[in-house]
């Protein structure tokens, strides 16, 4: 089992920044890649951003490339959200999760919500116009 925290949410102005964080605890001697998606009021869960274990190959939504840059630290089993140029758009709960990290997999896999098995309880971000 893996337990996950976010933390780093908030309340923030249109062009303003954030760095959301997920710490990780419990079984983190495995290999996990790791993921950051978000839901607001009335939407699906949609993904975000996703790293794999290595770091290398950073994956992420159009909607966000470019503004947000995820990265992780593996000796603090920490991940982060680098959260830049943040727009209306951009509020919603993020929540972090984890699985997994099986090489020969591609990226879309860990595009896709319903392929982790480890979830945050995930932190609030908004932004005002």
């Known amino acids: 089992q893996v337990q996950l925290v976010e933390s780093g949410g908030g309340l923030v102005q249109a062009g303003g920044s954030l760095r959301l964080s997920c710490t990780a605890s419990?079984?983190?001697?495995?290999?996990?890649?790791m993921g950051w998606f978000r839901q607001a009021p009335g939407r699906e869960r949609e993904f975000v951003a996703a790293i794999r274990r290595s770091g290398d190959t950073p994956d992420y939504a159009d909607s966000v490339k470019g503004r947000f840059t995820i990265s992780r630290d593996n000796a603090k089993n920490t991940m982060y959200l680098q959260q830049n140029s943040l727009k209306p758009e951009d509020t919603a709960v993020y929540y972090c999760a984890a699985v997994e990290d099986i090489k020969y997999l591609s990226s879309s896999y860990y595009r896709r919500s319903s392929n982790y098995n480890y979830w945050g309880q995930g932190t609030q971000v908004t932004v005002s116009s």
């Open positions: 419990g079984r983190t001697d495995r290999s996990y890649a």
